[in-house]
């Protein structure tokens, strides 16, 4: 009788596997984390927050409503906002109310939502005495911080208060009056640029199924890069909670910025990927000539509207489903007036389409070709682009979808150089808009 050979004993995992298991779990991690904090942040973890303010959107639908009566006939003019059920927007809404339909109507509202909302009661009482003119006998501290909460709304009431003939308050409803025009060609223009994106869609799709070319072949990265893209994530994680719990201010925040970009930029370099390799995976590279790619960039973002058109018809639908108003903390900033223009506009069309698509679209996405196919590459990578913004779970389609049209590009053309250009195409465009919106 023969003897049976011993079973071999399973072969041990290799260290570079454990690493790209390990850095994948910290990408997970760090996404959740990220993702967590935009959607569920409880109240009062970071002091610093204090009471609520006016949103971005309200602050927006506010003016287009008041500018919409100095501009357009009686028929065409939008209703007023919704009231909406929490925030300091119930007690803006009452004092657009207050300007569009009269003093006594906006005092009825703010007793209302004194009732509806007691922790909004205090706010209610400061704009009851700024729309009735009495304002003086609140105090210097009170009226700062409701003129600093409320911004635009603030000096909308005081104006109401002084009567109707009130050079301020003419001069407010003059701007609004320029808000409408500015957003009405904005919105003229975009339905033009999404139909252009249709067409060039169509011409785009007939071309290649005329000449059946090969799509190129995307770089699939070394297991250091998905390494690279977890430590960036990981500082953006830590951002998140310095964000939550110090009281630090923009010097905290710098620190994990700057550290998760030129950590994950150079952790392949240093854990030995020659040079050639590096840039080739990142997508650090001219293409087909700089200009050539920068217009292809161009091409790319308009042939993409059509979808985001559509992914910010689904973000409405469920921004509205349950009440939210998704926002960047930085838009948020720029129409306060408590960060510089020139600052909002670095940041957004400067710094994110580099970091991003150096991170997103150069060590995640590559990194992710080991694994799968294309379009599930550039489709998990949207996903986890879009679940570390702070806009919150409502704004995924529309940040998804961006994500996509910008991996897209990166994997036809084999360069970053039109990713970056349609991001800080896109960022650029958003906060002019919102310039000229203030």
């Known amino acids: ?43 009062g973890d970071n002091e610093e927050a204090g009471p609520p303010v006016v949103s971005a959107q309200m602050l927006l639908e506010g003016r287009i409503t008041l500018g919409a009566r100095a501009v357009l006939p009686a028929e065409d003019q939008p209703p007023l906002p919704d009231r909406p059920k929490d925030h300091a927007d119930a007690v803006a809404a009452d004092i657009l109310t207050a300007a569009v339909k009269g003093q ?26 700024y729309l009735t003119g009495t304002s003086a006998i609140l105090s210097k501290a009170e009226r700062d911080d409701f ?20 050079e301020k308050g003419l001069a407010l409803r003059h701007d609004a009056g320029r808000t409408v025009v500015v957003s009405s060609a ?39 890069f998905v390494e690279a893209a977890a430590i960036y994530l990981g500082c953006m994680s830590g951002l998140a909670f310095i964000d939550r719990h110090s009281t630090g201010g923009m010097a905290l925040t710098v620190v994990p910025m ?12 240093l854990r030995g990927c020659p040079w050639a390799e590096w840039r080739r995976i990142l997508g ?14 161009f091409v790319g973002y308009v042939a993409g509207l059509p979808l985001i058109g559509l992914a910010m018809f689904l973000s409405a639908i469920l921004a509205k489903s349950v009440d939210a108003h998704p926002s960047h903390p930085a838009v948020e900033g720029l129409l306060s007036g408590a960060i510089p223009g020139w600052v909002i506009f670095a940041l957004a069309a400067v710094w994110a389409p580099v970091t991003e698509e150096l991170m997103f679209r150069g060590a995640l996405l590559t990194s992710l070709r080991r ?56 960022n650029g465009m958003l906060v002019g808009f919102l310039c000229l919106m203030r």
């Open 104 to 129: 006594p109507e906006g005092l009825k509202k703010l007793e209302e939502t004194s009732k509806r909302l007691p922790a909004m009661a205090g706010d209610a009482r400061l704009a009851e005495a």
């Open 1 to 43: 009788m023969s003897r049976m050979s011993a079973v071999p004993p399973p072969l041990p995992i290799p260290p570079s596997r454990r690493r790209e298991w390990i850095a994948w779990a910290v990408i997970a991690a760090s996404a959740f984390i990220l993702f967590w904090h935009a959607n569920w942040r409880a109240p």
């Open 258 to 269: 700057v550290a998760g970009l030129l950590g994950g930029l150079f952790w392949p370099r």
């Open 186 to 224: 904005a919105g003229m223009a975009g339905v033009l640029a999404m139909m252009t994106g249709a067409v060039l869609v169509l011409i785009g799709g007939a071309w290649w199924w005329r000449h059946r070319s090969p799509l190129p072949r995307a770089p699939r990265a070394a297991p250091e």
């Open 147 to 166: 003129t600093k909460r409320y911004g635009w709304f603030a000096q909308l009431a005081a104006a109401e208060g002084r009567g109707p003939e009130d």
């Open 371 to 426: 694994h799968a196919a294309p379009v599930i590459a550039s489709v998990l990578s949207s996903l986890i682009f879009a679940a570390v913004h702070p806009q919150g779970w409502t704004y995924i389609p529309v940040l998804g979808a961006l994500g996509f049209i910008f991996a897209t590009m990166r994997q036809w053309r084999g360069t970053l150089i039109p990713s970056m250009t349609a991001h800080a195409l896109n």
């Open 284 to 297: 650090i590279s001219w293409g087909r000539g700089v200009f050539r790619e920068v217009g292809w960039g």
